[in-house]
Structure formats: C-alpha cells, structure tokens
C-alpha cells in the first residue's frame, strides 16, 4: 500500500503555496510579518535571508515580543526578536503519518530545507487533506446504514425476506454464498433486496425505481473501487455520492 506523503499534503491545501511559499525577509518588521499573515490567514510564516530560511516568525512570539516590551514599536521592529531559529523540515517524500508527532509538539513543519523551501504544512492542511481522504468512506458507511435501517423499519418479517430474496440465486449458483443478515450485504445486494421487496418500502423507492437502481449501482463501483485501492479520494464523483447520501438518509428517515 502505498502512503501518503508531505507532498501529497502540500499539493492538496488551500493554505499552502509549494511553488511559491509566503515568507518575510528577516530585515522586515513585525508589522509588516502580521499583516502578511492577516492577509493569507496564515498563523506562522517563514522567515529568509539571502544564506535561506533563518527560522520561522508567528502570531505567538509576536505577542510575547508586545507583551514584554513596555512601549513595543512592531512597526520598527525587525521579526529577528521574535524569531524562531530552530524549526523543523522534512523533506517532500516524508511520510505523512511520521508528521504526527512533531505536530502534536508545533504547530507546522517546513518541508524542504534552509536553502530550498518548497512550502509549509499545518495541523490544519493535514486535517483537512485527512478529512478529503475519509470522507467517501464515512459516507458509503452513511448510506449503508441507511439501508439498514429503512430495511429493519420497513419489513417486520426480515429474516424471512432477506432469505426468499437471494435464495433462487443460491440455489442457481453453488458459489454463492446468500447474506444472513444486513451486516453481510453487498451493494449489489442492497439493489436486489430493494427490488424484489418494492410493496414493502416507502412509495417513493418504487416511483424512482431507475434512479434508486442507477444510484446503488454507481456507489457499488465506488465502493469496491475505493476499498481494492483501484481510484483514491480525489477520482471520486464527490457530487454523485453527496446526493445519494442525502437521497437515502433522506428516505430513511420518513420510516
């Protein structure tokens, strides 16, 4: 299995500019360092000279440069006060999970090196590239679950049905082995129960018939396509699987 990298992160975010990272000169002053921060809503920024990157400036030591000073004058003052000198860099290949650690300790990580930087990964870029990749899988579950429970609403003889439903394929194909229980479904399953059980569930699954079909047959590639590692998160139709979650947890919740 391959894992994902600091690149992949760095590709992926809005935040980050790995062709070309914001940074602020260490001869500029810390008002001019908050403002380009304010503007990029960014929380750190990397500080360079012309020998590379010196250290990183951020809102942090900003403020303990203000609040221990008297009369602070950030508008003269170059970011060399508030300076950090010793942040960490990985390189672009580092694995991402390996970045856990130093990111439960600071709150970023400079990717690259003191004389070539190529950007700067957050807890937040990580987050949110981790929340991309998880989210098709927390809304297949979304869906199943659905299912699950329209089924276990709608017909009070379940184990029954779901028994009548796949026994004609049992008994046509020796290999198949017929689901017990809803747990076992497949997505293909989930369309042949629907199908076969129409008088049972809620109306409007038999008056959109097609699309009901045409929607579980979509997330069943989707599914399998994502759980045997053949398309990632970001092949995904993200609009295709937001509606058929809405679609399902929609009907479900009318029973």
Do not use: W
Not at 68 to 92: G, H, Q
């Amino acid at each position: 299995m391959e894992f994902f990298t600091a690149d992949d992160v760095l590709s992926h975010s809005t935040a980050a500019t790995p062709d070309d990272p914001v940074t602020v000169n260490l001869d500029d002053s810390i008002q001019t360092a908050l403002k380009l921060m304010l503007e990029n809503d960014f929380d750190q920024l990397p500080v360079v000279s012309d020998d590379g990157v010196e250290g990183t400036v951020t809102y942090k030591s900003a403020a303990k440069y203000v609040k221990s000073i008297d009369k602070p004058r950030v508008e003269k003052t170059s970011v060399k006060i508030a300076l950090n000198t010793n942040p960490e860099f990985v390189d672009l290949d580092h694995d991402l999970f390996e970045l856990f650690d130093t990111l439960a300790k600071d709150d970023y990580v400079l990717i690259g090196d003191q004389q070539e930087l190529d950007g700067i990964l957050t807890r937040y870029d990580v987050f949110y590239f981790l929340k991309h990749q998880v989210e098709p899988f927390l809304q297949i579950g979304g869906i199943e679950e659905s299912l699950r429970h329209l089924f276990r609403a709608s017909c009070d003889d379940l184990d029954q049905r779901i028994e009548d439903t796949f026994a004609d394929r049992a008994t046509h194909d020796e290999s198949y082995e017929p689901p017990e229980r809803l747990e076992d479904f497949s997505f293909a399953e989930y369309r042949m129960f629907i199908m076969r059980n129409l008088d049972q569930l809620p109306p409007r699954l038999s008056q959109e018939r097609d699309m009901v079909e045409s929607l579980l047959e979509d997330i069943r590639e989707t599914r399998n396509a994502l759980f045997h590692f053949r398309t990632d998160a970001d092949e995904v139709d993200r609009d295709q699987l937001d509606m058929a979650h809405g679609y399902f947890t929609s009907v479900a919740s009318t029973v």
